[in-house]
């Protein structure tokens, strides 16, 4: 009797271990499928943006060369001269008009002398 209680016991271990290697099969097998359908979608993704930037790429070449075209087109600028500043103008006019004050000064001191002499 308890020869056979125990063989049903060792049986039911078995069964009970069977069971335990099973479910560990199950959630292996279903670990890999989702990792299987996650490397399926970053791999559509990946050809998804590889065709984007490929279609980005005509775009851009295609802007560039559109541009170029352009810029053949357009006759350049003629060059402008640099012109001084308002404050560069105002000291050139002050100075000029210190100058024509000393010229006049010394042409009004050689007239006075001039006269004085001639008197």
Same mark, same amino acid.
């Given at each position: 009797?308890?020869?056979?209680?125990?063989?049903?016991? *060792? #049986?039911?271990?078995?069964? $009970? !271990?069977?069971? +335990?290697?099973?479910? @560990? %099969?199950? /959630?292996?097998?279903?670990?890999?499928?989702?990792?299987?359908?996650?490397?399926?979608?970053?791999?559509?993704?990946?050809?998804?943006?590889?065709?984007?930037?490929?279609?980005?790429?005509?775009?851009?070449?295609?802007?560039? *060369? #559109?541009?170029?075209?352009? $810029? !053949?087109?357009? +006759?350049?600028?003629? @060059? %402008?001269? /640099?012109?001084?500043?308002?404050?560069?103008?105002?000291?050139?006019?002050?100075?000029?008009?210190?100058?024509?004050?000393?010229?006049?000064?010394?042409?009004?001191?050689?007239?006075?002398?001039?006269?004085?002499?001639?008197?």
């Amino acid at each position: 009797d308890a020869l056979a209680a125990s063989e049903i016991d *060792a #049986e039911e271990r078995a069964k $009970a !271990l069977e069971n +335990e290697r099973e479910r @560990e %099969r199950d /959630a292996l097998e279903y670990a890999v499928l989702l990792e299987s359908r996650e490397r399926a979608k970053a791999h559509d993704r990946a050809v998804e943006l590889e065709t984007l930037l490929t279609v980005k790429t005509a775009e851009i070449e295609k802007l560039r *060369a #559109e541009l170029a075209s352009r $810029a !053949l087109d357009i +006759e350049p600028r003629p @060059e %402008r001269r /640099a012109t001084p500043s308002n404050a560069a103008k105002r000291a050139v006019s002050n100075l000029r008009a210190e100058i024509r004050a000393v010229i006049e000064n010394d042409i009004r001191a050689e007239l006075a002398a001039a006269l004085v002499r001639g008197q």
